[in-house]
């Protein structure tokens, strides 16, 4: 069965700081995987989406993310941290079948002065 | 000009009463789909409805009843509500059922069950 463990429900930065937020994967057939980011109170954005191309993603508001097969990963970068992008990140997969998202449990950012 | 809305927007009610929360899309989207965000956040699909059709119905109680009158909404009907039903539901479309595509979420309905 497939699933996604996101490293670390918490991450702090400082403002202009590297972002790093972690998701690694299991799946039995290529997934496709996904980053969204929720605002509090708010529903879920999609910040980038792979799906078998280039390897390497780029998404909104300057994150990126690289699939790497053989670490079972799609971390998700961002090489300067702004206030503004403190949320929620929800990483997910889809495997064979239906459309259906797993998402992993999620990260909190906080970016500080 | 908003893509996914949901309504109610906030639902406080006691155990034991019927609820309806209702979604619709405009998008012309062939594809909805109905998700429970826990205390916790944690995030999980219930429902998924293809052209009116349900292909999606993960191991959720039978209280929980969606309908699509059409393939822009999807509702959801709620029977008997218990404390457990506390969480925001979150609709979704597509374009289609192919897992590349998007999927947009609308605002959220957050529910208390008191």
């Known amino acids: 069965a497939q699933s996604v463990t996101q490293l670390g429900s918490h991450v702090s930065v400082s403002e202009g700081a590297l972002v790093l937020l972690r998701c690694n994967y299991s799946?039995?057939?290529?997934?496709?995987l996904f980053w969204y980011v929720q605002y509090p109170n708010q529903g879920l954005q999609l910040l980038l989406k792979?799906?078998?191309?280039?390897?390497l993603v780029k998404g909104i508001n300057g994150f990126e993310a690289e699939f790497k097969k053989s670490e079972t990963s799609f971390h998700l970068t961002k090489p300067s941290a702004h206030m503004s992008d403190a949320a929620e990140y929800f990483c997910a997969v889809i495997t064979g079948g239906y459309n259906k998202l797993i998402f992993g449990a999620g990260t909190r950012l906080a970016v500080h002065p | 000009d908003t893509a996914v809305s949901q309504t109610p927007k906030y639902l406080v009610t006691q155990m034991g009463n019927d609820k309806s929360i209702k979604c619709e899309q405009n998008l012309g989207h062939d594809t909805m789909y109905w998700y429970k965000q826990d205390s916790k956040k944690f995030l999980k699909i219930m429902f998924s409805y293809n052209n009116k059709e349900l292909i999606i119905n993960e191991t959720v109680p039978n209280r929980f009843s969606p309908k699509s009158p059409d393939k822009a909404h999807l509702n959801l009907h709620i029977n008997s509500l218990e404390l457990g039903d506390s969480a925001v539901y979150f609709c979704?479309?597509?374009?289609?059922?192919?897992?590349?595509?998007?999927?947009?979420f609308g605002p959220g309905t957050r529910l208390l069950v008191l």
């Open positions: 799946s039995s057939v290529p997934p496709y």
């Open positions: 792979y799906t078998s191309a280039a390897t």
């Open positions: 979704a479309s597509s374009l289609g059922d192919r897992g590349s595509e998007t999927q947009y």
